[in-house]
């Protein structure tokens, strides 16, 4: 029984990390299969529809520079689907310890349309898978890749957020 309290324990840390939206370390993960990249101070965009392989590795990109811990609160307010309407929820979040050790790996990205993505992700804890194969969508809005706020929401949820804010209930 010690494992699923040990489990659950981890399960809720690692929900309370996602919601805090900072997750991530400030160094890449040493299990990572591409090069470490510097994050930019502008997420990935693009003026006119992607070709299939560009929006993958922007939608990967930019998934995990809206968990790592190292982004600002108003890149990661770019980074997520109607983020303005989340500015508080995220800014207040942020300066949670757990946050420090959390990111997100995107496994897959795979094309809905030209504007709508299916991620698959896990969610690390020091580096250990603590919520392995996410699913998740990414939408393109104003041109930039974004972390769908229906997967936000539903981090929301799994963290036990009450009351959601009101964009969640427009998100299914």
């Known amino acids: 029984m010690k494992s699923n309290r040990q489990t659950a324990a981890v399960l809720g840390a690692c929900a309370v990390a996602a919601l ?28 006119s529809v992607p070709t299939t392989g560009s929006a993958q590795a922007q939608i990967k990109s930019n998934w995990q520079t809206f968990f790592a811990a190292s982004t600002p609160v108003a890149t990661r307010v770019k980074l997520l689907e109607d983020g303005q309407q989340f500015q508080s929820i995220l800014k207040s979040q942020s300066g949670h310890g757990l946050a420090s050790t959390a990111s ?69």
């Open 20 to 47: 805090i939206a900072a997750c991530g370390s400030s160094s890449p993960s040493p299990s990572s299969s591409t090069p470490p990249s510097t994050p930019s101070s502008s997420p990935a965009a693009t003026s």
């Open 104 to 172: 997100a790996k995107v496994l897959s990205v795979g094309m809905v349309s030209s504007s709508q993505a299916l991620v698959k992700y896990d969610i690390l804890i020091g580096g250990a898978t603590a919520l392995p194969d996410q699913n998740g969508d990414a939408v393109l809005q104003n041109g930039t890749w974004k972390v769908g706020v229906q997967s936000f929401c539903g981090l929301l949820k799994l963290e036990g957020l009450k009351p959601l804010p009101a964009a969640c209930s427009s998100s299914g």
